[in-house]
């Protein structure tokens, strides 16, 4: 009921409220799109040569959201995009907005001490950790994590922060862990063996291709640890390190950086769920197992194809449990201008349900949360009339992944 209802409402006023939010000219407009316990937010800006590229959304405390994104001013001397929070209300509504001279904010919004924060680097390319007052999105700390060049921040079951960065002095992914209090517990290179600084370059400036790098934590039999997605001996690769040393165990490698994986979920055990890409074309594996402590060719995991989505299309990939029962979500964007879920069950490889959003701009996820009341929200982009990059925020309510009544 919730993809035919959106999807006529959309066809009708997409188009207007996309218009109507260019001429308004105030600094950010939403347009509700869905009723009750679900919305549809565009978050506009009144400047033209600005382009925003979402990065993270966090539920905040009490309620609300807090997005990030890298904004792009095309008419900079500094090519690299800054930074730029917004927070909202529980319906999407716009409390505050703040903007950071830092760049090129890397992903995932972190959490620690009744603070939120983010990573990004200076001009130097120095990253570092830049705590804010979630109430006034004033800077409250500002950590310097001793790497350059960051891609992706993960925070671990135990509160530690890693980070993925790259070193241009030794052609290295650069992965280190800190604590809580933002103090270096590990560090480990994996040599790429191949000068990669320009492709590194161009996906932080939002120039060349946006790279699925990313960093997730499991735990099995051979013990726990983290897998990172990122350039490892001329190839991306799913990485899998040992918890406590970094060094690694195993890993799934591709044909230099032509294919590779772009999600990944330990569902359980040696279980994992991925998406990949192959001459750009994507691919599904529900459920397969993985050893991760050995290497293993992409090419050895055949997976069923997904024709609809966009060329080398963004997956993320994260769980959605409630009451009923515990799922597996892969969420990405289609060459029709949807954003589509694709709902596994946990504990198997059974499809429960497609679900679509339709716009009539294109658009591109970012990332997604398990919200309070067992939802999700989806960060995306979508293109106002074709161009205007503007950071747009789903809220689906619960009751669309509960199993359905015999």
Same mark, same amino acid.
């Given at each position: 009921?919730?993809?035919?209802?959106?999807?006529?409402?959309?066809?009708?006023?997409?188009?207007?409220?996309?218009?109507?939010?260019?001429?308004?000219? $105030?600094?950010?407009?939403?347009?509700?799109?869905?009723?009750?316990?679900?919305?549809?937010?565009?978050?506009?800006?009144?400047?033209?040569?600005? +382009?925003?590229?979402?990065?993270?959304?966090?539920?905040?405390?009490?309620?609300?959201?807090?997005?990030? +994104?890298?904004?792009?001013?095309?008419?900079?001397?500094?090519?690299?995009?800054?930074?730029?929070?917004?927070?909202?209300?529980?319906?999407?509504?716009?409390?505050?907005?703040?903007?950071?001279?830092?760049?090129?904010?890397?992903?995932?919004?972190? %959490?620690?001490?009744?603070?939120?924060?983010?990573?990004?680097?200076?001009?130097?390319?120095?990253?570092?950790?830049?705590?804010?007052?979630?109430?006034?999105?004033?800077?409250?700390?500002?950590?310097?994590?001793?790497?350059?060049?960051?891609?992706?921040?993960?925070?671990?079951? %135990?509160?530690?922060?890693?980070?993925?960065?790259?070193?241009?002095?030794?052609?290295?992914?650069?992965?280190?862990?800190?604590?809580? +209090?933002?103090?270096?517990?590990?560090?480990?290179?994996?040599?790429?063996?191949?000068?990669?600084?320009?492709?590194?370059?161009?996906?932080?400036?939002?120039?060349?291709?946006?790279?699925?790098?990313?960093?997730?934590?499991?735990?099995?039999?051979?013990?726990?640890?983290?897998?990172?997605? $990122?350039?490892?001996?001329?190839?991306?690769?799913?990485?899998?390190?040992?918890?406590?040393?970094?060094?690694?165990?195993?890993?799934?490698?591709?044909?230099? =950086?032509?294919?590779?994986?772009?999600?990944?979920?330990?569902?359980?055990?040696?279980?994992?769920?991925?998406?990949?890409?192959?001459?750009?074309?994507?691919?599904?594996?529900?459920?397969?197992?993985?050893?991760?402590?050995?290497?293993?060719?992409?090419?050895?995991?055949?997976?069923?194809?997904?024709?609809?989505?966009?060329?080398?299309? $963004?997956?993320?990939?994260?769980?959605?449990?409630?009451?009923?029962?515990?799922?597996?979500?892969?969420?990405?964007?289609?060459?029709?201008?949807? =954003?589509?879920?694709?709902?596994?069950?946990?504990? +198997?490889?059974?499809?429960?349900?497609?679900?679509?959003?339709?716009?009539?701009?294109?658009?591109?996820?970012?990332?997604?949360?398990?919200?309070?009341?067992?939802?999700?929200?989806?960060?995306?982009?979508?293109?106002?009339?074709?161009?205007? %990059?503007?950071?747009?925020?789903?809220?689906?309510?619960?009751?669309?992944?509960?199993?359905?009544?015999?």
């Amino acid at each position: 009921m919730w993809s035919v209802f959106t999807d006529i409402m959309a066809r009708f006023t997409t188009y207007i409220v996309l218009f109507s939010i260019l001429i308004a000219g $105030c600094e950010i407009n939403q347009k509700d799109v869905l009723p009750e316990d679900g919305f549809v937010k565009i978050y506009n800006h009144p400047e033209e040569i600005l +382009s925003f590229y979402p990065e993270s959304v966090m539920e905040l405390q009490g309620g609300g959201y807090l997005h990030i +994104s890298a904004v792009k001013d095309e008419t900079s001397d500094i090519e690299y995009p800054y930074t730029y929070l917004v927070r909202t209300s529980a319906t999407g509504e716009v409390e505050w907005t703040r903007t950071y001279d830092w760049l090129a904010p890397s992903s995932r919004l972190i %959490q620690q001490n009744n603070q939120i924060g983010f990573v990004a680097m200076n001009q130097q390319f120095h990253a570092f950790a830049i705590m804010i007052d979630p109430g006034t999105g004033d800077i409250s700390e500002q950590h310097s994590l001793d790497m350059t060049m960051p891609l992706y921040t993960f925070t671990d079951t %135990q509160g530690n922060l890693v980070v993925l960065g790259y070193d241009f002095v030794t052609r290295s992914s650069w992965i280190s862990k800190y604590n809580s +209090s933002f103090t270096l517990q590990r560090t480990t290179m994996l040599s790429i063996n191949t000068d990669l600084e320009y492709l590194i370059q161009r996906h932080l400036n939002k120039t060349g291709q946006d790279f699925p790098f990313y960093i997730g934590e499991y735990s099995n039999a051979s013990g726990a640890g983290y897998y990172v997605n $990122c350039f490892y001996n001329y190839t991306l690769r799913t990485v899998f390190m040992d918890i406590s040393s970094l060094n690694a165990t195993g890993d799934i490698y591709s044909f230099q =950086i032509e294919e590779g994986i772009s999600s990944t979920i330990q569902k359980t055990g040696s279980l994992f769920g991925l998406t990949s890409y192959y001459e750009g074309n994507n691919y599904i594996l529900p459920e397969v197992e993985i050893d991760v402590t050995t290497s293993q060719n992409i090419k050895d995991l055949p997976g069923d194809p997904l024709y609809e989505l966009t060329f080398k299309a $963004c997956v993320i990939t994260g769980e959605l449990s409630n009451d009923a029962t515990d799922n597996t979500l892969f969420i990405s964007q289609t060459n029709t201008n949807s =954003i589509v879920i694709y709902q596994y069950e946990m504990e +198997s490889d059974s499809l429960v349900r497609t679900l679509y959003r339709n716009f009539d701009e294109r658009v591109e996820v970012a990332d997604f949360i398990q919200t309070g009341d067992n939802g999700i929200a989806i960060l995306a982009g979508i293109h106002i009339l074709g161009k205007y %990059q503007r950071p747009l925020l789903v809220k689906i309510p619960g009751d669309q992944f509960l199993p359905e009544e015999e």
